[in-house]
């Protein structure tokens, strides 16, 4: 491990059980990406094939084993964080949440870090919220989203997403502008401006596709899907960002085909 990581400006967080020290530095150095079943991955892989095995080259949360599971990958060498790969959870938060704590919370740049080999389970998000705007997307612990905190913080780790600490403890994660980082393949692609449009159908769809909402087309009800339907038939694939336009169109028109099916 760097020596850094032991000077005087150390600070643990808690990820769940596992204690994580975190300096003071520059954030991961890899373009965060959004792909189109809502994972927000930033990491050094470009392949199936190359995160495997970069899963079998570091330690920390989660495990080639299981790839259901959020990930923390720290290097073996340094132990220092290199990569994550975070869900963003199937519940969506009710209309009377309120997040503004969260938003409004200090941000500083750290670079956590484990003892190198160390391996531990990360709380999953459970609850998802995103502005109408589409400027913001926070995905909460079950802990962050019904606990109070006298101490938050936002931990900015690569470009434009931040780590959630309310008082010494993980809490989830924070996705500034989700829409410029949608992204149908594992290279990702380059910043583009923002796309109002574009960030508020991905609002709309973040919302309107609540794993309750699919349960029942499952069970038989077609009406949820209707609402999808209309936000399909409101995305234009011209003017805007065109190319993720493109690729939310594409996700968005896969997800009602696998589900119209349910309802004969």
Known sequence: MSESIWKDD??????GEMPVCVVPGDPMPWSTRLSSDLLAISGPYRSADEHEQHLLETSGAGSWVDDGNDELRFSLDTGELVSVWLAVPGSVAPDSADLGAWLRAGRVEGRPAVMPGTYFDLPPASVRWCDGSGSVLVCLTEEGFSGDAAVRSRLRIAHDLDLLIADGRYMGWL??????????????????PEDPELGAWLARYIALSDDDVFDAIVDGDPTPLEPLRELLADVRTVGGDRPRRRIFRDALDDVIDRHTGFHG
Not at 10 to 15: A, G, M
Not at 179 to 191: I, M, N, Q
């Open 10 to 15: 150390v600070k643990d967080v808690l990820f």
């Open 175 to 192: 996705l500034e502008h989700p829409a410029t980082r949608l992204s149908d393949s594992w290279a990702g692609g380059p910043d583009s």
